[in-house]
């Protein structure tokens, strides 16, 4: 009886691993990249919002000085690439100064456009 080499029967089994697993592998770093794209865009929408508010929240502010400083901050923070087509909404009241703040951020999976909102309210500056 002749024997084989040990392990002849499985040649080629590293290349379907590796035809396997790519997927999979490929998936987790988009699925991670797309995170922290996420992550960063809220953040910036966070950040404009605040910005915003803070300046129509002031005792001489108005709802256009929120909505220039918050768009400052937008163009300042990376503008189109970091949220695309992005909308600053400021409304102040007696009492309140709302900034809300929605885009699109980039995808790495083509068709999908995430979306990420973000709004804040202060109370406005009274001298009493």
């Not at 290349?15 to 865009?41: D, E, K, R, S």
């Not at 129509?56 to 918050?70: E, I, K, M």
Request: no cysteine; net charge positive.
């Amino acid at each position: 009886m002749l024997r084989g080499r040990a392990g002849a029967g499985e040649r080629g089994s590293g290349t379907i691993q590796l035809v396997v697993l790519m997927p999979l592998l490929f998936t987790l770093l988009f699925a991670g990249v797309q995170g922290a794209m996420f992550y960063h865009a809220r953040t910036v929408a966070i950040a404009a919002a605040q910005e915003g508010a803070r300046a129509a929240a002031a005792q001489s502010g108005t709802a256009s000085d929120g909505h220039a400083a918050a768009a400052a901050f937008l163009d300042a923070a990376g503008g189109e690439d970091v949220l695309r087509g992005a909308t600053v909404q400021v409304s102040r009241t007696a009492t309140t100064a709302t900034v809300r703040i929605a885009g699109s951020i980039l995808s790495v999976v083509p068709g999908w456009a995430p979306t990420v909102t973000s709004q804040v309210a202060v109370p406005v500056e009274r001298l009493t």
